[in-house]
């Protein structure tokens, strides 16, 4: 997505949100869009955790029942 961007455009984007929000909101809007993606990360991490532990037991279970119909 922001593959194509280039070091013009970003200083272009860096320029513009200077200009709008000003010099002393900019740091704050920084913190706020770094905690944003941290969480955002932290909850993708949980869900594909979740996840995992899902599969393990049904391949634990499938492998239970394979034991029992040997028997």
Excluded: W
């Amino acid at each position: 997505m922001f593959s194509n961007i280039g070091v013009p455009g970003l200083i272009l984007i860096l320029i513009v949100a200077l200009v709008i929000f000003g010099p002393n909101k900019l740091p704050e809007i920084g913190r706020a869009v770094g905690k944003s993606i941290r969480e955002f990360k932290k909850a993708t991490e949980g869900i594909a955790d979740d996840i995992k532990a899902e599969i393990k037991e049904d391949i634990k279970e499938a492998r239970q029942d394979k034991i029992d119909l040997k028997k």
